[in-house]
C-alpha cells in the first residue's frame, strides 16, 4: 500500500508469498509467451480474459488482483463497491487498482488471515457467508440456528456484505474457493476428475483443459465451493 498511494507512477501488482501474478494487455497466448509461462510450476492456476467493463480500462486492472497469499478473478459487477472499500479502508487496507474486484480479496484478507491479532481468522466458509449472507427477509424464514447465526453475520460484518451479480474464483496456497452472488446472476461451472477441481464461467471453457471430466455442476447461488 505505501509504494502504490505514495510513489508516483509505481504499482506492486504481486506480492504473494509462492505466488505469482502476472497482467498484460494483449491476446492471452502472448501473454503466456511473453512472461515465459511454459517455464513455471504450479499446483494451482488461474486466469482471466477481459478488461473491467464499467471502471477505468488500464492494465493494472486486469485480473488477477492479489493481495499477499490471496488472487482473484471475477466476473460481473461489485455494486457494492463503495461501502466495501469505505469499510475494509478502516482497517488499513487502501484500494488503489480503481477496479470494484480489488475489494474482495482485501476482505478475505482481512477475515481469514492468521498474520495479525486485528484479522479475525475466520474459518474460510464463514468468510464467504459474510461476503454473499442472505437477504434479511430470508434469514427470517430460517430455522432458530441458522437465523442466529446470519443475523450475526450481518449485524457484526455489515459493511463486507458484497452485492451485486457475480461469480469469484479466489485463489491461495490453501486451495481455491468459488463463489456465485446469492441470486446466481452470473454463472460458474464447477467440474472434477481425479484429484484435480476445475473452475470456470462456461462448462465448454472446462473442457478444453479437462475433455472428459468425471463430474460437472453447477454451483448454487452463495453456496461455497472450497
Known amino acids: 500500500f505505501h509504494i502504490n498511494t505514495r510513489i508516483k507512477g509505481s504499482y506492486v501488482f504481486s506480492s504473494g508469498k509462492n505466488m505469482g501474478v502476472f497482467k498484460a494487455n494483449g491476446f492471452p497466448e502472448d501473454v503466456g ?20 467493463t464499467n471502471t477505468p480500462g488500464w492494465w493494472g486492472g486486469a485480473h488477477p488482483f492479489n493481495i499477499l497469499d490471496w488472487s482473484i478473478v471475477h466476473n460481473g459487477e461489485i455494486s457494492s463497491y463503495d461501502t466495501n472499500r469505505r469499510y475494509i479502508e ?10 470494484d474486484t480489488e475489494v474482495i480479496p482485501n476482505l478475505i484478507h482481512y ?15 464463514v468468510a464467504a457467508d459474510v461476503l454473499t449472507a442472505p437477504e434479511w427477509e430470508e434469514i427470517d424464514k430460517m430455522d432458530d440456528d441458522r437465523k442466529e447465526y446470519f443475523t450475526n453475520l450481518r449485524s457484526i460484518y455489515n459493511g463486507a456484505l458484497v452485492n451485486g451479480p457475480f461469480s469469484v474464483i479466489l485463489g ?6 468459488a463463489i456465485n452472488d446469492r441470486l446466481k446472476l452470473r454463472s460458474l461451472t464447477a467440474a472434477t476428475k481425479g484429484n484435480r477441481a476445475y473452475f470456470a464461467s462456461e462448462e465448454s471453457a472446462i473442457r478444453i483443459i479437462c475433455p472428459d471430466p468425471e463430474k460437472v455442476w453447477s454451483v448454487s447461488g452463495a453456496e461455497p465451493v472450497f
Do not use: V
Not at 90 to 99: A, K, L, P, S, V
Not at 172 to 177: A, E, Q, T, V
Open 33 to 52: 509467451e511473453y512472461y515465459m509461462l511454459e517455464n513455471y510450476e504450479a499446483y494451482s492456476w488461474t486466469c482471466h480474459g477481459r478488461y473491467p
Open 90 to 99: 478502516q482497517f488499513g487496507y487502501i484500494c488503489t487498482m480503481q477496479t
Open 111 to 125: 477475515y481469514y488471515s492468521t498474520n495479525s491479532m486485528r484479522h479475525h481468522n475466520l474459518p474460510i466458509e
Open 172 to 177: 491461495s496456497n490453501k486451495g481455491l474457493l
